[in-house]
Structures are given as C-alpha cells and as structure tokens.
Nanobody, 120 residues
Framework: QAQLVESGGGVVQAGGSLRLSCAAS????????MGWFRQSPGKERVFVAL????????IYSDSVKGRFTISRDNAKDVVYLQMNSLKPEDTAVYYC?????????????WGQGTQVTVSS
C-alpha cells in the first residue's frame, strides 16, 4: 500500500527554520516527481515545491522561492523541505505529494499532513 508520512512540523518564531521530511513506502517513489503543498485555514491547498525523480529539477512557488529548499534521498525514499526565514503567512498544514508533473497537475498520492505554525 502506497504511503507518504510527513514529519518535522511544529511551532517556530518568525525568522526561524524548520525541516519537513516525507517518508515514502509501498511504491517505487524514486521514479516519481515529489513535492509539497500547503493549506492555510479557510484557504485552498496550494503548491509549494516540486522535485523531479532524479533531483535535478526543482520548482518553487513565488511565495517561497529563495527561502525554501526541496531535496530528496532516493536511497532512503525520503523527501525534505528545508524552510528558512519563516513568516507568519507560512502557517499551514503541509502535505507531501507524489506523482505529478507541475503545480497544475493533481498528484496521485498524498500524505496526511503536518502542521507548521509560525508565530510573530
């Protein structure tokens, strides 16, 4: 059974950093592009970042470009999201996703989400 499990969320002050992890299992996720979305209260889920299967391609939303870095370790089936210079508007539930080609392409797989809260 395909499964994506996020970890690393929490509460941090503005300007701080967090690193999210997504552990994948049950499928050859090393063959898939993977990434992150987020959903703030009362808003739609939106794209954050994508990384190609080899790790050579990365795409970011304009709101996180220059602050967040996505990476992956295919030997461990893990995807990371390093979040620096966090802002209160980054507060959201962050979801790991797999098997999608762009921010407009619905992923085939989703994790359950991890809460990130940035206090001002």
């Amino acid at each position: 059974q395909a499964q994506l499990v996020e970890s690393g969320g929490g509460v941090v002050q503005a300007g701080g950093s967090l690193r999210l992890s997504c552990a994948a299992s049950g499928r050859p996720f090393s063959n898939y592009a993977m990434g992150w979305f987020r959903q703030s209260p009362g808003k739609e889920r939106v794209f954050v970042a994508l990384i190609g299967w080899s790790g050579n391609t990365t795409i970011y939303s304009d709101s996180v470009k220059g602050r967040f870095t996505i990476s992956r370790d295919n030997a461990k089936d893990v995807v990371y999201l390093q979040m620096n210079s966090l802002k209160p508007e980054d507060t959201a539930v962050y979801y790991c996703a797999a098997d999608f080609s762009s921010e407009y392409d619905p992923p085939s797989y989703w994790g359950q989400g991890t809460q990130v809260t940035v206090s001002s």
